[in-house]
C-alpha cells in the first residue's frame, strides 16, 4: 500500500504541515500510518478525504461542518453534487456582485469631472488650450471668471452634453427667427437673447443684462466669436448682437 509523508501531502494539495497536524489534532484527518518512527503516513483514502476537506473549506465551510458532512456517511458522488450546488450559487452571487460593481463604477466614472479631451471631443476647436489660456490671461481676475471656473470645475462629461445642447437650441432659436425674416427687435428674437442670456447665467456666471450687451459687442468684435455664429448662418452674428441689444432694452424699458 502506497504512503505519503505529511510533507509530501503538504506539497500535494498546497496546504501547510501545521494545517494537516491542526487537522490530525481535531480529528478532521487523522493519518491511517504511522512510521517505526512515530511520524504520520496517508493513505489513498485519507487523500481523498483530504480533498474533500480542501473543497469545503474553499468553500469557505467551518471545520466543524466539514466534519459532520465527511462523517455522515454520504459517498463521494453526493458530496461532489453539494459542492457543484454550492458553487454555482456561489457563481450566481458573484455574477451579481461583478453587476453591482459594474454600476458603481460607471456612475463614479460618469461623476468624474469632464477632461480636456471631452470637453474639445464636444465642442471642438473653442476649447484649444491656447484659447482657454488667452481667455484666462483676459479674464481671470474678474468675478465673472472666477464664479465659471468655480462652477465648471465640478462639471462632468454628461453636464457639459448638456450645455452644448442648451447652446444648441438657442443657436436654433436665433436661426429661425433670422431665417423667417423677423427683425432683430421681434419677440421671437428678443426671446432668443434672453434664453442666451439665462443659459449663461445659470450655468456660468452672473449675467445681467448689461453685462450681456458687453458680450453681444464683443460677438462682432471679436473674429473667432464671429466665425462661430457666421458658420451657422450668414448674418447671424450682427443679428444675434442686435437681438441682444434690444433684448436688453426691453428690459430696462420693463424695469
Do not use: C
Amino acid at each position: 500500500m502506497t504512503t505519503w509523508t505529511v510533507g509530501q501531502v503538504a506539497d500535494l494539495f498546497g496546504v501547510t504541515v501545521r494545517t494537516l497536524h491542526h487537522y490530525d489534532e481535531i480529528g478532521l484527518l487523522v493519518p491511517s500510518g504511522r512510521s517505526r518512527a512515530g511520524y504520520r503516513l496517508y493513505t489513498d483514502g485519507d487523500l481523498e478525504r483530504l480533498q474533500q476537506v480542501v473543497v469545503y473549506r474553499r468553500l469557505e465551510l467551518p471545520l466543524e461542518q466539514i466534519a459532520t458532512l465527511l462523517d455522515s456517511g454520504e459517498d463521494a458522488a453526493e458530496h461532489l453534487r453539494r459542492q457543484r450546488a454550492t458553487v454555482m450559487s456561489r457563481l450566481d452571487e458573484l455574477h451579481e456582485l461583478v453587476a453591482a460593481i459594474d454600476r458603481a463604477l460607471e456612475r463614479e466614472m460618469t461623476n468624474q469631472p469632464a477632461t480636456p479631451e471631452d470637453l474639445k471631443e464636444l465642442f471642438g476647436d473653442g476649447f484649444q488650450d491656447e484659447y482657454q489660456q488667452e481667455a484666462q490671461e483676459r479674464w481671470g481676475e474678474t468675478d465673472a471668471w472666477k464664479q465659471s471656473a468655480s462652477r465648471t470645475k465640478r462639471y462632468t462629461k454628461g453636464d457639459w452634453e448638456q450645455v452644448k445642447a442648451e447652446m444648441d437650441a438657442v443657436n436654433a432659436a436665433f436661426v429661425a427667427a433670422l431665417d423667417s425674416g423677423q427683425p432683430a427687435t421681434s419677440e421671437a428674437a428678443m426671446d432668443a437673447a434672453e434664453q442666451h442670456r439665462r443659459h449663461i447665467h445659470d450655468r456660468f456666471y452672473d449675467l445681467s443684462h448689461d453685462f450681456h450687451r458687453g458680450l453681444a459687442d464683443m460677438y462682432v468684435a471679436d473674429p473667432r466669436f464671429t466665425k462661430t455664429y457666421e458658420d451657422l448662418a450668414p448674418g447671424l452674428a450682427a443679428y444675434v448682437h442686435d437681438a441682444i441689444h434690444a433684448n436688453a432694452d426691453r428690459h430696462a424699458t420693463a424695469d
